[in-house]
């Protein structure tokens, strides 16, 4: 295995020290920022790797969130069984939200559609009160896997650290194939790629049926984390912080989306005992990497070793 592939096994393998000292809060913390590392991964592959602006990403994780807790109330599954199931959830809304990208609507355009596809499902979560429990939200048991009930924080977190591991690898291969190849190839020149025989159509398909499975299976384990889902958490605001996740982390770098998972959600908590600063000094890290790292954190580390640097990912 290659050097710049080992770097996604050996630091969560360094993520296990830590783990052992921490106490429940911040171990819940670690998990929810290891949800949005998967979120944060898919967002990036329309956007930074495809070259899309498109904002259905919040529509993803809702619906992967609340298809794992539907699953797991009005059916009974265990909740490992509804992790593909809410992925799966996730690929169709996606193939959903490509329709206007099929359709050649591009830039601010397809932003505002797929912002209002959020919106949408954020509606629909609080017009079915049978399925989802309407406004009042959806109470979710404690996941369980294989009969072990994970009603820790420390239990979730090996779980959720090995899928996020096995995730962000497939991504990583699928990332630097042929698909991932294509992907750069229709973000440098859409219409030049088309020229090059590349069915743009089904990479755009792909792209965000992928993107959706990813950020669905995100939306699984933040169920299992919150235990309990709300409308009001895949409002704008949610999407926003994704959006500042794969802006501070790198457009378009898998290892950038890492990066601004854990600094996106670990700086509201080192002003936790200051009201007020936390929405500031979220602004303030979001200007200030825009400002002095346009190409967000992963192009500091990309120059520090190159073993940070993701072979497809573009510093020009």
């Known amino acids: 295995m290659k050097l710049t592939r080992s770097v996604f096994w050996i630091a969560p393998m360094l993520a296990l020290i830590p783990h052992l000292l921490l106490n429940e809060y911040y171990q819940y913390l670690v998990n929810l920022t290891l949800v949005y590392v998967l979120v944060g991964v898919g967002f990036n592959i329309v956007v930074g790797n495809l070259g899309q602006l498109a904002f259905s990403n919040v529509a993803f994780f809702g619906i992967g969130a609340y298809a794992s807790g539907i699953l797991t109330t009005q059916l009974s599954m265990p909740w490992w069984m509804t992790i593909i199931p809410a992925g799966l ?27 209002a596809f959020g919106e949408l499902m954020r509606w629909s979560y609080i017009r079915t009160p049978s399925l989802t429990g309407g406004s009042m939200g959806l109470s979710v048991p404690a996941p369980e896997l294989f009969g072990w009930v994970m009603e820790r924080e420390h239990d979730k977190f090996y779980v959720f650290l090995f899928i996020v591991v096995v995730v962000v690898i497939f991504t990583n291969r699928i ?75 790198g457009l378009g770098s898998l290892v950038g989306s890492v990066l601004g998972a854990v600094l996106i959600t670990a700086t509201p908590e080192l002003f936790r005992d200051w009201p007020g600063f936390e929405e500031l000094m979220f602004g303030v890290v979001i200007v ?24 497809y990912y573009r510093d020009d």
């Open 89 to 115: 959830a996730g690929a169709l809304a996606g193939c959903a939200a490509s329709i206007p990208a099929l359709r050649g609507v591009r830039l601010f355009y397809l932003a505002i559609m797929t912002l």
């Open 175 to 249: 990332l630097e194939s042929r698909i991932g190849r294509a992907f750069q190839a229709i973000k440098n020149d859409e219409k030049a790629a088309a020229a090059m025989a590349i069915p743009t159509s089904r990479y755009f398909l792909l792209a965000f049926a992928l993107s959706g499975f990813i950020v669905g299976v995100g939306g699984a384990m933040y169920t299992a984390l919150v235990g309990h889902l709300s409308p009001e958490a895949f409002d704008l605001v949610q999407l926003i912080q994704q959006f500042a996740i794969i802006m501070v982390g």
């Open 288 to 311: 200030l990497v825009i400002l002095l790292l346009p190409r967000g954190l992963s192009s500091l580390l990309a120059r520090a070793h190159s073993v940070f640097k993701d072979r």
